[in-house]
C-alpha cells in the first residue's frame, strides 16, 4: 500500500505541477516572450536538457543554450517557468517578459493558477460522469441519478445511548427495528415516535460488516430536551449526470468548493494576523502524501476528488497577493497600473527573494510538523513494506 501511495503522490502532485507552469509556458510563447527554462522542482538543477542543432542534448552549466532548458530539480516540491526578462533585463528586446505590456504580463502569471482552476473543473465534471459520492439533500437535482443512497453517522457524541450501543462515525445506518432507514428525517421521527423504548438498530460498519446493536433514545444535555440517541447524520449518494450535464456541474461544484476554500484560508489568516497562531492544522508535502494514502484506500473516485481539490488549493495559494508568487507579481503590475511607473526593479526583485526565501522556510517548518504528527506511522510502514 505505502508503493501505491507513493506513486500515487508522485502522479498527483507531479501532474498539478506541471499543468500550472504549462500554463505560463505556452502563455509566454504566445505572447512571444522567450522561455528559458521549464523546471521541474526546485534549484538547485539535477539534470537538464535542451535541443540542439535539431536534436536533444544535455545541458552542461555554463554553455549556451538553444532554445528552452528542461530540468529536473533537486527539491521535489514544485516548479518554476523561467522567462527572459522576467527579472526586468531585456526591456529592449521583443521577446522579453519585461518588454511586454500589462496585460501580456497579467496573463501570462495568471495562466497557471487558470489551468489548475481548469482542472478541478475536468476532474469534477469527469467525477459527475462516472458517479461521485455526495452529500445530498432531500430532494437532489431532477437531472442528476442518484443511487448507493445513505444515512451516515459523522458524530457520536461521548456518553450518549449511540455511544454505549457501539456506533461508530462512519457507520452506515441499515435499518431501524427491520424497516429501512431511508432519510435522516425518517430516522428521527421513527425514533422520537419510540422514545425511551428498546431499538434494533442494524448498521453497516466501513469494511462492510453489519452488525445489529440495542439502544434506547434518552434525554440529554445535547438534546435539546427531546430523546436522542445522541448521533450526527448525513445522506449521502453517488450522484451520476449525463455527459451534457456533467462539465457544467464541474463547474458549479468547482465555485462552491473555491467558496468553501477562500472562506478557510480568510479564516485562517486572520487568526493569525489576531491572535498570532490558527486552530486549523496546515499540512505540506508529507502531510498531503499521508491523505494521499487515506484515499488511495477509498478508491478511484475518491482520489479524483482529492486531486480536485489540491489542485483548487494550489491555483488559490499561488494567487495569493505575496511576493514570489504569481499574485504577488500580478500586484507589482496593478500598483504600476495605479502609479502610472514601475516599482523599481531592484525593489522588485528583492521583495521577491525575500518572499522566496520566507516561503522556503515555511515549508521546512510545516514538513517538520508533519513528520512529527505522521512519523511514527510512516516509520512503520516503510518497516513493514522491507520486513
Known amino acids: 500500500m505505502i508503493l501505491t501511495t507513493v506513486i500515487t503522490f508522485i502522479i498527483i502532485f507531479g501532474l498539478l505541477i ?7 509556458f505556452v502563455t509566454a510563447r504566445k505572447f512571444g516572450v522567450r522561455v528559458d527554462e521549464f523546471g521541474f522542482g526546485l534549484p538547485p538543477r539535477m539534470i537538464g536538457w535542451h535541443r540542439m542543432a535539431g536534436r536533444w542534448k544535455r545541458f552542461v552549466k555554463g554553455e549556451k543554450a538553444e532554445g528552452t532548458v528542461y530540468s529536473l530539480n533537486w527539491i521535489p516540491f514544485g516548479g518554476f517557468v523561467r522567462l527572459f526578462g522576467e527579472d526586468g533585463s531585456g526591456e529592449g528586446e521583443p521577446d522579453s517578459f519585461s518588454a511586454k505590456g500589462k496585460l501580456p504580463r497579467a496573463v501570462i502569471l495568471t495562466a497557471g493558477v487558470a489551468m489548475n482552476a481548469l482542472f478541478t473543473v475536468l476532474l469534477l465534471g469527469a467525477g459527475f460522469m462516472a458517479g461521485t459520492p455526495s452529500v445530498i439533500d432531500e430532494q437532489p437535482s431532477p437531472r442528476a441519478t442518484v443511487r448507493d443512497v445513505r444515512v451516515r453517522v459523522v458524530e457520536v457524541i461521548e456518553g450518549s445511548p449511540a455511544a454505549a450501543a457501539g456506533i461508530a462515525v462512519g457507520d452506515t445506518l441499515h435499518a431501524l427495528d427491520g424497516a429501512p432507514v431511508s432519510s435522516i428525517r425518517d430516522f428521527q421521527e421513527r425514533v422520537q415516535a419510540r422514545a425511551r423504548e428498546a431499538l434494533t438498530l442494524q448498521i453497516i460498519h466501513e469494511d462492510g460488516a453489519t452488525k445489529d446493536l440495542n439502544v434506547r433514545a434518552e434525554t440529554i444535555p445535547e438534546g435539546g430536551g427531546k430523546a436522542i440517541i445522541g448521533v450526527g447524520l448525513i445522506r449521502t449518494g453517488v450522484v451520476s449526470y449525463p455527459w451534457y450535464w456533467a462539465l457544467p456541474e464541474g463547474v458549479r461544484a468547482t465555485g462552491e468548493l473555491a467558496r468553501s476554500l477562500l472562506k478557510g484560508f480568510g479564516h485562517l489568516f486572520k487568526n493569525l494576523v489576531t491572535t498570532g ?19 488511495v484506500h477509498l478508491g478511484f473516485i475518491y482520489i479524483l476528488q482529492f486531486a480536485a481539490t489540491l489542485s483548487l488549493n494550489l491555483a488559490i495559494l499561488n494567487y495569493i497577493p505575496f511576493p514570489a508568487l504569481d499574485g504577488g507579481r500580478v500586484l507589482f503590475i496593478l500598483i504600476e497600473a495605479l502609479r502610472g511607473k514601475a516599482v523599481s526593479k531592484k525593489f522588485e526583485a528583492a521583495m521577491h527573494t525575500v518572499g522566496f526565501a520566507l516561503l522556503i522556510t515555511l515549508i ?12 511514527a506511522g510512516i516509520f512503520t510502514a516503510i518497516r513493514n513494506v522491507f520486513t
Do not use: M, N, W
Open 18 to 24: 506541471f499543468l500550472h507552469e504549462l500554463g505560463h
Open 277 to 295: 497562531r490558527t486552530d486549523a492544522t496546515v499540512s505540506g508535502p508529507v502531510g498531503i502524501a499521508v491523505l494521499t494514502g487515506q484515499v
Open 364 to 375: 521546512v517548518f510545516i514538513t517538520y510538523k508533519d513528520i512529527a504528527r505522521y512519523g
